[in-house]
């Protein structure tokens, strides 16, 4: 017998209502992260709740993107028009304006198990109610919370199909267990909210319209999904980048994430394929080889991938459509033949439209599935999962590694949470468990906080991610330390050779008084060098060339944003340091410049013609910005 069709709605309000009568005022909803949320759906849901307080709402979720909230009125002039370009006309949510305030209303609860990184930090209530979870036990865990409603954006097809769209990461997973649920007599609701912007995903996201107990399909209300915008690549990451390319091997397995790394690396790896002789000569600049050309022979290679790669990530993220394009991700695997298997995705407009145009059969290559495939090895297919992924590489980014090879990468020594576990760990495991595979953790050696320069590699923290048992691979801006199953004195020397070298000698110290190195021990001469200036010096000729840019992939920023977001950065950094506050205070007194570049600047910042002290003083502070190196 055929499943009933879902119940069809014009608009979220009319459904909020129909699965009130369902269900009863208890409301534990669930809904995807990122792209995959339907706010406005979510938003209906917290209205109704916040004008009935007998219903008990709880949003069970992660990653909400919200807008930002500018802190002045120089950075609502530059971060105004990004954001439009970011958000477009996607609802906002309403709960967040609430929760970062500390007044949500008593009969509502909001749990995220990932948060947008460093958004939450000062809100004791989203900090109160993060729930430190597996990306993989999510659906478990939200059952036993409770879940009785999930809702997510789909894309509807004609013929009774629908698709999970961005996300189904955990969903997929989870609407069995309700149904299952529903089969013991708990009524449930399973809601869909069709957008013509999301891209009709194949793979365990493509499932029967009947899927559903209700769909809002509302054509005057479908929105952009949220896309953030390739970021310019700083040296440092460019040269992890290179240093990850060195490693992976050709026929392999890769999975990389997000952000200016996850874009370095695409970036290198496309030069080791296409540009192989300039690759090798980039590599042997920044120092990689021959220093470490035992872990390259050991662990990935340095020809072009005539074999290619297979992808399996949870994030599915536009570096690997130009890993595609350049002929690289090629490597079909499984019985569907996909290039990739992700579970969730998000990226920049033109990374959904994209996918929005290819051919049905092209965009099948790349399959969406639950995170119960992408991150895990257990299951009925476990043999099929391990020979599909040969020669793993899973590259995921840290703030911060230790002497002894554990990794920081979601909270604070303080318990407060920067983000979230998600599924590094899980992916971590994964290479740990499969023959041939390799966890790599990036790490940048040095970060700025407060004014000052400090080491991302500790001799221990009050907090870790992964635990110094899973060591695996490091990598910083200065090599490769392949750290699995050594000694901690090896360990230690190991990760003192990858360090800024002007923390080496404290890291050391710290070491030797441990009894984790021995008093005669001595940091090579070759390893006392790693110094941000080197590496400038080392890819300045690449870059002349056209190798290493800022932005090898575009960007949907302006080059006036790129230059202006980076200057505005920099006046802060100085702003928090007395030399800084009197560079900057010099830098006021000059005269403004009159060049065409700083007046198309002042123009972008609506500062053209300032009119009043508060406007002059504020493009007073660009041009500073502009000087400072």
């Given amino acids: 017998m055929d499943a009933p069709a879902p119940r069809q709605f014009g608009g979220v309000d009319d459904c909020v209502e129909a699965v009130l009568a369902k269900v009863g005022r208890r409301i534990t909803l669930c809904t995807p992260i990122g792209a995959g949320k339907p706010v406005a759906l979510v938003n209906a849901f917290y209205r109704r709740a916040v004008a009935d307080p007998r219903i008990q709402l709880a949003i069970l979720t992660g990653l909400t993107l919200a807008r930002p909230q500018p802190k002045s009125e120089l950075e609502r002039r530059l971060v105004g028009p990004i954001t439009q370009k970011i958000f477009g006309d996607a609802p906002e949510p309403d709960w967040v304006a609430p929760l970062r305030a500390g007044r949500l209303p008593a009969n509502v609860r ?19 109610a993060y729930a430190s979870i597996n990306y ?20 509807l097809r004609p013929g009774g199909r629908a698709s999970l769209g961005s996300n189904p990461d955990v969903t997929a997973d989870l609407i069995p267990m309700m149904r299952e649920r529903e089969r013991t007599g708990t009524p449930v609701a399973v809601i869909g909210q069709a957008n013509d912007r999301m891209p009709f995903m194949f793979g365990d996201a493509d499932v029967p319209a009947s899927t ?6 509302d054509a005057h209300a479908y929105h952009d999904l949220v896309a953030p915008p390739n970021l310019p690549i700083p040296t440092a990451e460019h040269a992890i980048a290179l240093a990850a390319s060195l490693l992976i091997r050709d026929g392999g397995t890769v999975q990389i994430g997000i952000g200016e790394l996850g ?42 991938f005539s074999q290619g790669l297979y992808a399996v990530s949870e994030m599915f993220v536009d570096g690997f459509l130009d890993l595609y394009r350049a002929g690289i991700l090629k490597r079909r695997a499984g019985p569907d ?21 290819m051919p049905d059969a092209e965009r099948a290559l790349f399959r969406m599935m639950p995170v119960s495939f992408t991150n895990e090895l257990l299951g009925p297919d476990w043999e099929s999962k391990v020979a599909q992924r040969r020669d793993a590489r899973f590259i995921n980014s840290a703030m911060m590694v230790t002497l002894g090879g554990a990794v920081v990468s979601d909270g604070l020594a303080d318990g407060r949470v920067v983000s979230g576990v998600g599924g590094q760990f899980n992916f971590v495991a994964q290479a740990h468990a499969l023959p041939g595979g390799r966890s790599i953790i990036a790490v940048r050696a040095t970060r700025a906080s407060g004014g ?14 992964i635990p110094r048992h899973l060591r695996d691979v490091v990598l910083s801006e200065y090599g490769i330390a392949d750290i699995r199953g050594s000694s901690d004195a090896d360990v230690a020397a190991a990760m003192l050779a990858i360090a800024d070298s002007r923390f080496q000698p404290a890291l050391l110290a710290d070491a030797q008084r441990a009894g984790k190195l021995p008093a005669s021990f001595r940091v090579p001469d070759a390893q006392r ?12 000729p690449h870059r002349a060339a056209g190798r290493f840019g800022a932005l090898p992939f575009g960007t949907d920023l302006s080059p006036e944003e790129v230059r202006l977001g980076g200057a505005l950065r920099r006046l802060k950094a100085r702003s928090e340091t007395l030399p800084g506050k009197l560079r900057i205070g010099a830098e006021l007194l000059r005269p403004l410049p009159r060049d065409a570049e700083s007046r198309t600047l002042f123009e ?19 041009a500073a910005a502009l000087r400072i190196a």
């Fill in 110 to 128: 909001v749990q995220e198990f990932f948060m947008e990184p460093g958004a939450w930090l000062g809100v004791p209530l989203a900090q109160q």
């Fill in 136 to 155: 993989t036990h999510v659906a478990r865990n939200v059952l036993a919370e409770g879940a009785n409603v999930i809702a997510q954006q789909i894309a």
């Fill in 212 to 217: 559903f107990d209700f769909v809002v399909d």
């Fill in 263 to 304: 874009d370095a690396i695409v970036h290198a790896m496309t030069l080791r394929h296409s540009q192989n002789p300039d690759w090798r000569r980039a590599v042997a600049d920044v120092g990689l080889l021959p220093r470490f050309e035992a872990e390259m022979r050991a662990l990935g290679g340095d020809t072009p």
């Fill in 337 to 357: 033949g996909a290039l990739l298997h992700g579970a969730f995705m998000l990226g920049p407009r033109a990374f959904y439209e994209a996918l929005r145009a």
């Fill in 452 to 465: 000052r320069v400090e080491s991302n590699i500790r001799w221990n923290y009050g907090h870790v991610t």
């Fill in 529 to 540: 060098s790693n110094l941000p200036e080197r590496l400038e010096r080392a890819l300045a």
């Fill in 604 to 622: 972008r910042m609506a500062l053209g013609r300032a009119r009043g002290l508060r406007e002059r003083l504020m493009r007073k502070l660009v």
